[in-house]
């Protein structure tokens, strides 16, 4: 049975009151194993942007905050680091088998915080977390190092260690899977870590670090929530974080790496895309239209970094295509996030509301172009306030647009014919970008052509599937540095390799 949620205490059980458990997670970190306020006792609100409603404070952390924090994590690691590797993945086993026992809990806070639909979004994510948990916590026997054939009398060889205390800051577009990929290999890996949650979705992420903090040696896995500048830069910059590991905008990734740069530590960056999706008129065309709808990731409301924003379709198939992506865009339904009904949520805040809405005023008013606004909406009038907008599928605009040139990240396409591969090829590449791209066809010499020349972290042919354990994630160009959700991830990003040398003469 679920637990009755009393004030200012959280429930050891799963809880669907996400209302009473988000006020029970008001203004508070996790620090040492135990949620406490911010130093300074300061918060900030949390709203619900389906709504408008203040569902919750988080605690404003700053720099005494991170203090507390980094202390208690560089603490808990040194004893961490002795647990046998494969113990550690047991333990973070465990923490996937819990999380995985409060997946319902956790994608109904999620979908009030963020705005996301429940069921094509938030609860999808939730699983996703106890999958990332429980992959790596497979992986505790594979932190190998080599023998080294040096000389026949000097026994050579590698080994993996932990780095320390891993810094990680996070965005707010899928805060639970991205805090998942950072803190599940860390772990494993023997380190201990502090995470800075995204100040638009503190309390889902915080839930989760409490869960584990049952599992895990107090001071293991700390939350801190707060704002770049008062607590995120204090964190980068602490000099007893040895490893930063950053997903977010290219702006402000270009500040963390310069950062973990002064003090000579290794860093992952994350950061944005302009996804190319390109369709071949030979092409499945009902498989690749339902592909557009999930790779623009539509019922996220297009607040993804592997959106497919630009889309580029055959001539002899465009005119069908564009006709049945936006009848199908248009048969979805937006409206309240926590409703099993609903297709598509809220864009996340006031201030992403209105730069989306500024690329779409622009679109629509360039000539010749034209935008098509699909789905409608919400009727009900406890949503009149909520930060809906329509999703738009743009034709006709320039290769030189803005809304062609710079990452959206909400439900905006613009599609594009061709009828050369190597036009749309090299279209495709001029980016600034490179996170991912798909190819549509049922060509496989072409696909992988294509997929080989694309200048991008991740390609994939005949589907664009979000972020999976097991296969590695990251970008090239200003993308990011560095890869994540794979082993190799773990081994090369929370890990430095020593090289022994015994002389058995």
């Avoid at 034209?370 to 605009?397: N, V, W, Y």
Wanted: charged content about 20%; hydrophobic content about 45%.
């Amino acid at each position: 049975m679920p637990d009755t949620i009393i004030a200012g205490r959280t429930p050891t059980s799963p809880t669907l009151d996400e209302k009473a458990l988000a006020r029970a997670l008001s203004g508070h970190h996790l620090i040492g194993g135990q949620l406490v306020p911010a130093g300074s006792g300061r918060t900030f609100p949390v709203v619900n942007p389906a709504t408008g409603e203040e569902v919750a404070t988080a605690a404003l952390g700053d720099a005494s905050d991170v203090e507390r924090a980094v202390a208690a994590a560089a603490a808990a690691q040194k004893a961490w680091a002795k647990v046998p590797a494969r113990k550690r993945g047991e333990m973070v086993g465990a923490c996937a088998k819990a999380i995985g026992e409060h997946v319902e809990e956790l994608g109904r806070l999620i979908a009030l915080e963020t705005g996301k639909a429940l069921r094509t979004e938030s609860r999808v994510e939730a699983n996703v977390v106890a999958d990332i948990f429980a992959f790596y916590g497979g992986l505790g026997s594979e932190l190998k190092g080599e023998t080294v054939p040096f000389h026949p009398d000097v026994l050579s060889m590698t080994v993996r260690e932990p780095l320390g205390v891993v810094g990680a800051i996070i965005p707010w577009n899928v805060p639970m899977l991205l805090m998942a990929l950072k803190v599940a290999p860390a772990l494993v890996a023997g380190n201990a870590v502090v995470v800075k949650s995204a100040e638009e979705a503190p309390l889902a992420v915080l839930r989760i670090c409490e869960i584990l903090n049952r599992i895990l040696p107090p001071g293991l896995f700390n939350m801190l929530s707060g704002f770049g500048p008062e607590c995120g830069a204090p964190l980068v910059e602490h000099p007893k974080v040895r490893k930063v590991t950053f997903t977010g905008s290219v702006e402000v990734g270009r500040i963390v790496g310069q950062a973990a740069a002064k003090k000579l530590i290794p860093v992952t960056l994350e950061l944005g895309g302009k996804s190319p999706m390109i369709v071949f008129d030979d092409c499945d065309l009902e498989r690749t239209v339902m592909g557009a709808i999930t790779s623009m990731r539509f019922t996220r409301q297009g607040q993804s970094c592997t959106a497919a924003s630009r889309i580029y379709v055959h001539e002899k198939i465009f005119d069908a295509f564009a006709a049945s992506l936006a009848a199908k865009v248009d048969a979805m339904v937006m409206g309240d996030p926590l409703d099993e009904r609903t297709d598509i949520g809220t864009i996340i805040s006031g201030d992403q509301f209105a730069k989306v809405k500024g690329f779409i005023d622009e679109g629509l008013a360039t000539p010749g172009a034209t935008g098509r606004a699909c789905s409608a909406m919400p009727a009900d009038a406890a949503l009149k306030k909520g930060l809906f907008i329509q999703p738009h599928i743009f034709t006709g605009l320039s290769r030189e647009s803005r809304l062609v040139r710079e990452e959206i990240f909400g439900p905006v396409t613009v599609l594009f014919p061709f009828n050369d591969w190597q036009q749309v090829l090299a279209e495709a590449n001029d980016s600034e970008y490179g996170l991912a791209a798909s190819v549509w066809t049922n060509n496989l010499k072409v696909g992988l052509r294509m997929a080989h020349a694309l200048e991008a972290g991740l390609v994939q042919i005949n589907q664009n599937l979000v972020v999976q354990a097991n296969l590695s994630y990251g970008g090239v160009k200003s993308s990011g540095l560095g890869k994540e959700a794979s082993l190799e991830a773990m081994l090369e990003h929370f890990m430095h390799k020593k090289t022994i040398m015994v002389n058995m003469a």
